[in-house]
């Protein structure tokens, strides 16, 4: 068993970013997540959507500097032939805050 997985430790800036952020809901295909470090701090939605926006298996990213949301939608079908972002997804299914 490799520790770094055991111990959930990030290991890449997408993991890094995912563990940043509180997981406010998950349905397959959509996910909301929250960030303080996101409300009013336009520079950071920029980058944010440049982030998540590199991923051509997210379909539609949606920020809002105003309440730290930050909006995924996806296909899952095709997310998931996505080792990492399989992986993310898996992490937001367990600490989804509700469902």
């Known amino acids: 068993m490799n520790i770094i997985n055991a111990l ?4 890449t800036k ?5 563990r ?3 997981v406010a809901a998950y349905i397959p295909g959509r996910v909301r997540l929250r960030s303080r470090q996101l409300v009013d701090n336009p520079a ?3 980058e944010v959507q440049a982030q998540l926006g590199a991923f051509p298996e997210l379909t539609q990213v949606e920020t809002s500097t105003a309440t730290g949301s930050i909006l995924i939608h996806y296909e ?3 997310l998931r ?3 990492e972002l399989r992986k993310v997804e ?3 299914m367990t600490h989804v ?3």
């Open 14 to 18: 997408l993991d890094w970013f995912i």
């Open 44 to 46: 950071l939605e920029i």
């Open 76 to 78: 899952p079908e095709v």
């Open 90 to 92: 898996e992490y937001i």
């Open 81 to 83: 032939r996505n080792a």
């Open 8 to 11: 959930q430790i990030p290991t």
């Open 97 to 99: 805050q509700r469902r």
């Open 20 to 22: 940043s952020v509180e």
